[in-house]
């Protein structure tokens, strides 16, 4: 078991802004210590991938971003032990990502003026 200050993520001290990973699914997923470290490590990354989003308009930048922001919820599917599965990915939480909402278990749907995913509708 873990302390419940096993499970803070702190993504940025001056703003005090951070995530808590859910104790009761690292419980049920059985995650180990190893894994904790893996999941924050990515929780850290993730924020520094929206602040450098956040700070471009370069549209390469914004497609190799966004390709290292899919990769990394891959990662973090494998992490927490889930299929890795893009359709259970929140794009919600990608800059620049202007694709239509999806429900939960449906598939996601590109808009091909996307700066992030626009690309797949072009190759
Ligand atoms: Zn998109």
Redesign the pocket.
Known sequence: MFRQEDLRVVLDVRLDAGVWLNAALVAKQGLSEDDLRKLKWTHRFKFSLVCRMLATKNQDDIEILGKLFTKLLFFQQKVWKFDQNEDMHN?KE?PH???PDKASFEKHV??QG?P??GYRCRN
């Open positions: 794009w990608i990502c202007i694709c590109i808009n996307c992030v995913h």
